[in-house]
């Protein structure tokens, strides 16, 4: 299973990213699975820049519009401006003034900064109203799409993390068909891994970034996913933290349903 982080080896910053930069002294923060990559450009207030490559099945102008409509009612980085070519998208976004959670100051600290993500997750669902909320991130239209996925393509274990390792594609479909969890509705980040969190130098919750699948769904579709990612970036032991902060027990089915959805419609 490829997981998100700083780059780890060469790459080729792309010619419209060249462009933005414009000679300021820059640096790569992170790379995704799909070859995304996120860059910190310095200067009086700081900026990030975000490219997607086309191909990717991804589009930045998908998570501007969710950003300018999120802006609205919680935290999210301002966008300056954005736009396309032949090789990808982007946006650039003024910095906000905290680090990620998975910052090195924080793994050293992990049950503040896994406090903190279940405060944030709770504020989020809490404060995004959903019945005007114009994006969906329902089972229905997720579902959708990894059935689609497995019947062209099959599945690729490859892809899956080590707990879902035994499915074959009959399974997974057996598994995700059978009577989905009854949803309680709310607006969901959509990608709340721990990464995607910052932190104040306090260590309180700030903000939220990487918002691109944002759109109503079951409050466990996030909170199933933010929990998993804190067994990849801090270890196991946190989940329950991550529970208690958001104000919430442990729901083992929802858990099960939603972490091996989100492997197959990742």
Known sequence: MTIAGPPTSPFDTPSSVMSLIAGRPSRAVWQNAVGGLTFFVDGDEGHYIKWLPHGSHADVAREVERLQWASAYVTVPVVVESGRDVDGSWMVTRALK???????????????????????????????????????????????????????????????????????????????????????????????????????????????????NLGVGDRWADLAVASWSTQWNYGPGFDDVLYDAYGIEADDEKISYYRLLWDLDA
Not at 178 to 192: M, R, W
């Open 98 to 212: 905290g680090r990620s959670a998975v910052d090195n100051i924080w793994r050293a600290h992990p049950q503040q900064a896994v406090k903190a993500v279940g405060v944030g997750l709770r504020l989020l669902h809490d404060t995004l109203p959903v019945a005007s909320c114009p994006y969906s991130w329902r089972v229905s239209e997720r579902l959708a799409r990894a059935q689609e996925k497995l019947t062209t393509s099959g599945l690729d274990v490859a892809n899956l993390h080590d707990e879902h390792q035994t499915f074959s594609t009959h399974s997974a479909l057996e598994f995700l068909n059978e009577e989905p969890p009854l949803e309680d509705l709310v607006v969901c980040h959509g990608d709340a891994c721990a990464p995607n969190t910052l932190l104040s130098d306090d260590g309180h919750f700030l903000a939220h970034v990487d918002l691109g």
